[in-house]
């Protein structure tokens, strides 16, 4: 898949992001208020928070994905766990104002939230499901960080709008009493978003500490490696994942007795085979080594 390809794929998803959540947040926040459900006013908020946070990923995968120049001669791929970090704020300061408030409402009498919020919520939980897979797919396809936690982002909506559901279900079906359960909902979804913060932050976090999480790709350069006429094996292998791109140093095994020239030839031969084959890698430092005389 070419770059431009990816660039626009991660746009065009991010793109439906926005508006989805732009819709969302109105409709709930409509529906809360008429409807007298705190935990979907909670949902709300999260939504408008999410707004935000797709800006932050549209703006970074833009960024990121700007070429190489003297100042960044790696590109500008760091930029996206980056913006992978902000997004992560955006979600621990929504888990926290609908905690607050949950808490607040647990403590203040209500009256029952009105049973059409039900069916406002079941078609909300079925699009953000939908619009989780989707976006997912698309990160994967593009290797954006930022985007999986755009994922993310529609997958804890989903689970809210479930907690929703269930609180409200059960304030009407117990009645008098239970007016709470709505807002006990709304604090298990603020408590299952700051899960979910933490597994978008791992990830990311190791991107911007080189940490070696790309076992399966190490294996294919091998593979790939091992294909090339004149390399007789492959020893250390570094891989740093910058943006949608991954940077590898290689050390090649060749024949000890060619000429500079030939050694220097037969690097550019692996080269250029590792991106046609595999074309997610950005820059291949290529470390000629004599078969037999290993560092």
Not at 16 to 28: D, M, Q, V
Not at 73 to 84: D, K, N, S, V, W
Not at 154 to 177: C, N, P, Q, W, Y
């Amino acid at each position: 898949m070419a770059e431009a390809t990816k660039e626009q794929i991660a746009v065009k998803a991010t793109y439906f992001s926005i508006i989805g959540n732009t819709s969302l947040a109105l409709i709930k926040g409509a529906a809360g208020v008429f409807g007298n459900s705190y935990a979907l006013i909670a949902d709300a908020i999260e939504s408008t928070a999410d707004i935000f946070s797709s800006v932050l990923v549209l703006f970074g995968i833009k960024y990121s994905n700007r070429p190489a120049d003297e100042n960044h001669p790696y590109g500008h791929g760091r930029a996206e766990p980056l913006i992978t970090f902000l997004v992560v704020g955006f979600l621990i300061t929504s888990a926290t104002i609908i905690a607050y408030e949950s808490i607040k409402n647990i403590e203040t009498p209500h009256s029952l939230p009105k049973p059409f919020t039900l069916f406002i919520l079941g078609a909300i939980i079925i699009w953000k499901e939908i619009s989780f897979r989707l976006v997912m797919k698309r990160s994967k396809e593009t290797n954006s960080s930022s985007l999986k936690a755009d994922a993310w982002h529609h997958r804890s909506d989903a689970i809210t709008s479930v907690a929703a559901f269930i609180g409200i279900s059960v304030a009407l079906i117990m009645g008098k009493g239970y007016e709470s359960a709505d807002d006990w909902s709304a604090l298990f979804a603020a408590g299952f978003i700051l899960y979910n913060c933490y597994h978008i932050f791992r990830p990311a976090l190791g991107e911007i500490m080189d940490e070696n999480m790309y076992e399966d790709i190490i294996a294919e350069i091998r593979k790939v490696a091992a294909t090339v006429e004149g390399i007789s094996g492959t020893e250390k292998c570094f891989i740093r994942k910058s943006g949608m791109k991954y940077h590898v140093d290689l050390h090649a095994l060749v024949d000890g007795s060619l000429s500079v020239r030939d050694g220097h030839e037969l690097a550019h031969r692996l080269q250029d085979t590792l991106h046609h084959d595999i074309p997610e890698l950005g820059n291949i430092l290529i470390h000629i080594e004599p078969a037999g005389h290993h560092h």
